[in-house]
Structure formats: C-alpha cells, structure tokens
C-alpha cells in the first residue's frame, strides 16, 4: 500500500492513463512471487487497465475477455483475503468494474476509479 509505483499506476489509471497504468504496475508484477496473492492482485489490476484501454479503442469482445479475466483473480483475493486488499476495497470494485464491462465497455469513462483507504 505504500508503494511509490502501485500508487502511482493507480493514479495513471484515475486519470485514464491505462497503458501507462498497466506498464507500472507490470514492473511490481514481474517481481511479485509467481505464487502469491500480491502477484494475482496486480495482474488483474494490470487486465483491468487492458480492458479500460480496449474499451477506448471500440472493442467490446476484448474489453469482456479481459475484464472477466481480471474479475476471476480478483475475486480469487477477495475471497481469501481481507478487505481492503494494498487499500482498495476489492467487492465493492469488482462488482463496480462488473457494472462497467456489462453495460458500458465501448466507455472507459463509466470505469470505477480506483478509491484507496490509507491503513490507521
């Protein structure tokens, strides 16, 4: 949660920045242990920008196939972990970025934000 570069993707992806926001968050992933939830969690972040991105380029079909991509690992967090998760509240986003692949996936700007929740 502290991470210079996670929040800083995530504020590439805010300001709808998706391919920037995917190649930050890309440099966590790749270090990230290939068996762990961080791992998981930043690849579906990472998909999610992707989807954002086909979104803006018109492809529906891509925009669907990613986003259930990166809903299937986050739900797969959500699940086993507490929320929030590195500071987002993982069910509220995962039904929200749902909302926005099932009814608006030709318009990036319906995406959910993402909102994070500095520890106490």
């Not at 992933?29 to 579906?44: E, I, N, V, Y």
């Amino acid at each position: 949660m502290e991470d210079a570069q996670y929040l800083w993707g995530a504020d590439l992806y805010n300001g709808g920045f998706f391919w920037e926001a995917h190649e930050t968050w890309e440099v966590l992933w790749r270090s990230a242990d290939k068996l762990s939830h961080r791992r998981r969690f930043l690849q579906g972040l990472i998909q999610c920008a992707a989807a954002c991105l086909k979104a803006v380029a018109g492809d529906v079909a891509a925009c669907k196939r990613l986003s259930g991509r990166a809903l299937a690992r986050l739900e797969l967090i959500a699940a086993d972990r507490p929320t929030p998760y590195m500071g987002l509240d993982l069910a509220r986003f995962i039904a929200d970025f749902r909302r926005f692949a099932d009814a608006h996936p030709t318009d990036a700007e319906q995406r959910p934000w993402i909102t994070l929740v500095m520890p106490r």
